[in-house]
C-alpha cells in the first residue's frame, strides 16, 4: 500500500537526512551541470500544424525571403521639433548613419533603407511605408534569422547601438520588435525572490519558529533547482516555450512550499504526542504524504491534459510545467523528511525569537486562539471550530449566498475576448512602449502588427494583380506593401497594414474577412492558394483553435478528477461536489481576470496602464493549473475529514472537526500561494501579469470562501448522504491512496474501524 512504502520511505530519510540532503545536493549540481552542458534556449514556436497561419509560415520558408526570421525596428525622430526629414539634412544624414551601424551588427540579414527611399523622393518614402506623412518619423527595420541562430548578445548588441548613437545623433532613438520579445530578460527572477521573502514570512507567523519556517522555503528551493535545470535540458530537446520558466517557477515555489507546509504541520502534531522526530517524520509523510502525491499527481496530469489542444508550445510548456511539481512531490516526501529528521526535537519548541512570532500572531487582528486536544493530540483552533459549527447550523443562508457571490463574480466571462496583447501595454519606461506609440502616431496602429500573405499563383499570371487589388479594397486594411516575387518558387508574398492594432478584435475580424471572402474571391475556383500569417494572424489561429478545443479539455479534467476522488473517499457525491466547486472558484477567476485586464478595473494596482485582451491560450492553462491546484485543498481537507468521520462515524462532527483541524494550515497555506502568485501580479509583462493575478484570485477563493464555506454548508446538507456509494460499485473499485478504511491504522497504528461509508 501506498501509505507503507511512505512510512518506510519518510522514516528511512529522517534516520539518515545527511544521506538524502548529500542525494539531494547530488542531484541539483549535476541538474544544473547537465543544464549547462546540453541545455537550450527557451523559444516561442508557434507552429501549429493544420492552421492557416501555419501553412503561410510554410509557403515563406518555401520562397526564402527571410521573412520567416526574428525582427527589429529602430524608430526615429528628430530632436528638434521643428526638423522634419523631408527638408533637414542633418538629420537625414542621421538617419543614413543609424541605419549603416544597425546593418553592420553581427547576424543582421538586411535592413530598410528610409533615406535612401528619401534621396528617391519623399512620396517614395512615404509609400513604402518607411518615413510618416508629416516627415516626423522614420522606421528602420531589420530583419535577423530564425532564433534557433540568435542569443541574448545580439539583443544585447542592438541595445548597446542605440545607447551609443543616442549621444551622438540629434535623434530620439526607440526600438521594438520580435527579437526584444524573445531575448529581453524574463520578470521571473525578482518576482521569485519577493514570493520567497513573503511565503517565509507567512511561515514564521504560522509556526512561531524560524527553523519551521525555514525548511520548506529550502525544500522549494531545492526542488526549484533541479526542476528548472531539467527544463533547461528538455529545452536542448525541443522548443520550450518563454513563459514556462516563469509558470514553472511561480506554480513550483506555490506547490511545493504548500506541500512542505501540510506534512510539517502533520509532524509537528506528531511531536506534540511525545513522539520520536525521526518517527513522527515519517508517519507525517504517511499520513499527509499521501494527499500530496495524490494532489501532486492529480496537478500533473490536469497540467499534461493540455495535449488534447493539439497545441505544439502549450504541450511542451506543460510538460515543463509538470516537471517542477513532480520535483516538488519527490521532494515532499524524501527531502523534507531528511530536514525533518536532522532538525530533531528542535521543532517542537519555538525558541526565544519563536516566542516573538507567536506574540506577533496573538496580536493579529482575529487571531485564533489554540487549545490542546488531549485525545487527538493536536493543536486544535477553537476559532476555526467555531465557525465550522456556526456554518453547519446555517448551511442553507451560507450555501446559497457564497454560491451566488461566486456566480455574480464569474459573470464578466461572458465577456471574454482572447487576443494578442501588443508592445501598446507595456509601461512607458520600456523603449518597446515608446517605439509602438511612435509607429501608431506616424503610420497608424496596425504598422505594429502587419499581416504576411503567402500566395502560390500556380501558374495563374492574374491572380496576384487581383489579390493585391481586393486586399487593398477591405475596409480593414490601411495599405499593402509592394509585392515580393520569388522567382525560384513562383510564390509571392505581401505585407498589408490593417487599420487597427494588433490586439484590437477588428483586426481578427479582418483575418476572418480576408481569408473566408477577400482571398478566395480573388483567387476563384483555379489551383492558386493564399494563405495570411504573421504574429497576429497565428495568435487568432491559436486562440480559436484552444476555444474549440476548450470544452473537451475541460470535461476530460472533470471526468479524471471525478474518478481519482471518487477512488479516493469511496464516495459519487463527495467528488461531484468537489468538482461544481472546483469549477466556481476558477469561474470567479476568470471573471475577475476580465474585470480587470479587459475593462481596466483596478488594474493600476498591478500596473496595468491599458486594457488588454486575455492571451489566447492562457484560460487552458489556467484551468489546468488551477483545477489541479484547488484539488489540492480539497484532497487534504477531506482527507482529514473522512479520517474523523471513520473514527466517529458522525457526519457533523466529522466535518467541524476535519476542517477545524486543517483551517489554519490551508489558510496559511493558501497566503503562501497568494503571495507568491501576486509577486508575479506586479511584473511587466501583461501575459505574466494574467497569470499571477489569475492563479492568486482563484487560490484565495478557493482556501475562504470554497473550503470554509461552501464545502461545510453543502456536506451538511447532504448529511450521510456524502459517503454512499453502491455496493457493487464498491466491490469493482481498487482500494484508492487516501481516505480508504486502513490508512490511518498502516501510518499510526491504530486499529482500524468499521466501514461506516455503505452502511
Do not use: C
Not at 584 to 607: H, K, N, P
Amino acid at each position: 500500500m501506498l501509505s507503507k512504502a511512505l512510512l518506510r520511505l519518510g522514516t528511512s530519510a529522517a534516520r539518515h537526512p545527511w544521506r538524502v540532503i548529500a542525494a539531494w545536493l547530488v542531484a541539483a549540481t549535476l541538474a544544473v551541470l547537465a543544464a549547462v552542458a546540453f541545455g537550450g534556449r527557451n523559444v516561442d514556436s508557434m507552429t501549429v500544424p493544420g492552421l492557416d497561419s501555419q501553412r503561410a509560415a510554410e509557403l515563406i520558408e518555401r520562397a526564402g525571403t527571410g521573412q520567416e526570421g526574428m525582427t527589429a525596428q529602430v524608430v526615429v525622430t528628430p530632436l528638434d521639433g521643428a526638423a522634419t526629414f523631408f527638408d533637414h539634412d542633418s538629420a537625414r544624414t542621421a538617419l543614413t548613419r543609424l541605419r549603416t551601424e544597425v546593418k553592420r551588427l553581427p547576424h543582421v540579414l538586411g535592413t530598410s533603407d528610409p533615406a535612401g527611399a528619401l534621396d528617391a523622393g519623399g512620396d517614395t518614402a512615404v509609400r513604402g511605408g518607411l518615413v510618416s506623412v508629416d516627415g516626423r518619423i522614420a522606421v528602420v527595420r531589420v530583419q535577423y534569422p530564425d532564433q534557433s541562430r540568435l542569443s541574448a548578445e545580439d539583443l544585447d548588441a542592438l541595445v548597446r547601438l542605440g545607447d551609443r548613437l543616442r549621444a551622438e545623433l540629434p535623434l530620439r532613438i526607440e526600438m521594438g520588435g520580435s527579437l526584444f520579445y524573445a531575448f529581453s530578460d524574463p520578470d521571473g527572477g525578482a518576482s521569485e525572490l519577493i514570493g520567497l521573502l513573503a511565503a517565509a514570512a507567512i511561515l514564521f507567523l504560522a509556526f512561531g519558529s524560524l527553523v519551521a519556517a525555514a525548511l520548506p522555503i529550502g525544500m522549494a528551493v531545492f526542488g526549484l533547482t533541479v526542476g528548472v535545470a531539467t527544463m533547461t535540458v528538455l529545452a536542448g530537446v525541443t522548443d520550450v516555450p518563454t513563459f514556462a520558466p516563469v509558470l514553472g517557477g511561480m506554480v513550483g515555489l506555490g506547490v511545493g512550499i504548500d506541500y512542505a507546509l501540510f506534512v510539517l504541520a502533520r509532524h509537528r502534531e506528531y511531536l506534540a504526542r511525545g513522539l520520536d522526530p525521526r518517527e513522527a517524520a515519517g508517519r507525517a509523510v504517511a499520513t499527509a504524504g499521501r494527499p500530496v502525491v495524490f494532489a501532486g499527481g492529480t496537478v500533473v496530469v490536469s497540467i499534461l491534459g493540455l495535449a488534447v489542444a493539439n497545441v505544439p508550445f502549450m504541450t511542451v510548456g506543460g510538460l515543463a510545467v509538470s516537471i517542477v511539481v513532480l520535483t516538488m512531490v519527490v521532494a515532499s516526501v524524501t527531502l523534507l523528511p531528511a530536514f525533518l529528521g536532522a532538525a530533531g526535537p528542535r521543532l517542537a519548541r519555538a525558541g526565544r525569537i519563536g516566542r516573538i512570532g507567536r506574540a506577533l500572531q496573538s496580536r493579529t487582528p482575529g487571531r485564533l486562539a489554540r487549545r490542546r486536544d488531549p485525545a487527538a493530540g493536536a493543536a486544535h483552533a477553537t476559532g476555526w471550530r467555531r465557525w465550522i459549527g456556526h456554518v453547519s447550523r446555517h448551511p442553507v443562508p451560507y450555501a446559497v449566498g457564497a454560491a451566488g457571490l461566486l456566480l455574480t463574480a464569474t459573470l464578466p466571462v461572458l465577456g471574454l475576448r482572447v487576443g494578442l496583447p501588443d508592445d501598446g501595454s507595456l509601461p512607458h519606461s520600456r523603449t518597446e512602449r515608446r517605439a509602438y506609440d511612435l509607429v501608431a502616431e506616424g503610420f497608424g496602429p496596425g504598422s505594429n502588427g502587419p499581416l504576411v500573405i503567402a500566395a502560390d499563383p500556380a501558374g495563374d499570371p492574374g491572380v496576384l494583380d487581383r489579390l493585391v487589388a481586393a486586399v487593398a479594397a477591405d475596409p480593414g486594411i490601411a495599405s499593402v506593401a509592394p509585392t515580393h516575387l520569388d522567382r525560384a518558387t513562383g510564390i509571392a508574398t505581401l505585407v498589408v497594414f490593417p487599420t487597427t492594432s494588433p490586439q484590437d478584435k477588428a483586426t481578427a475580424d479582418t483575418i476572418a474577412r480576408l481569408r473566408t471572402d477577400v482571398l478566395p474571391t480573388a483567387i476563384g475556383h483555379g489551383p492558386a492558394r493564399a494563405h495570411v500569417g504573421g504574429a497576429a494572424a497565428s495568435l487568432s489561429d491559436v486562440g480559436r483553435r484552444t476555444s474549440q478545443r476548450l470544452p473537451v479539455f475541460v470535461a476530460a479534467v472533470l471526468a479524471m478528477s471525478f474518478l481519482l476522488l471518487m477512488l479516493a473517499f469511496r464516495s459519487i457525491l463527495v467528488p461531484l461536489k468537489a468538482v461544481l466547486l472546483n469549477l466556481l472558484s476558477i469561474g470567479a477567476a476568470y471573471g475577475i481576470m476580465v474585470a480587470v485586464f479587459q475593462w481596466g478595473w483596478g488594474g493600476a494596482l498591478i500596473g496595468l496602464e491599458a486594457t488588454v485582451p486575455i492571451v489566447s491560450f492562457i484560460p487552458m492553462f489556467l484551468f489546468a493549473i488551477l483545477f489541479g491546484l484547488s484539488m489540492d485543498y480539497e484532497v487534504f481537507l477531506l482527507s482529514r475529514v473522512r479520517e474523523e468521520y471513520l473514527r466517529t462515524g458522525d457526519n457533523g462532527t466529522a466535518i467541524v472537526e476535519g476542517v477545524s483541524r486543517t483551517a489554519r494550515i490551508i489558510t496559511s497555506a493558501a497566503l503562501i500561494m497568494v503571495a507568491v502568485f501576486l509577486s508575479f501580479a506586479v511584473a511587466e509583462d501583461p501575459s505574466t501579469k494574467m497569470f499571477g493575478l489569475g492563479l492568486a484570485t482563484a487560490i484565495f477563493v478557493d482556501a475562504t470562501v470554497v473550503r470554509m464555506v461552501l464545502v461545510p454548508a453543502t456536506m451538511t446538507l447532504l448529511g450521510r448522504t456524502n459517503w454512499w456509494l453502491p455496493r457493487w460499485l464498491d466491490r469493482m473499485l481498487p482500494r484508492g491512496p487516501v481516505g480508504t478504511d486502513d490508512t490511518d491504522a498502516e501510518s499510526t497504528g491504530e486499529a482500524p474501524r468499521p466501514r461506516l461509508a455503505d452502511r
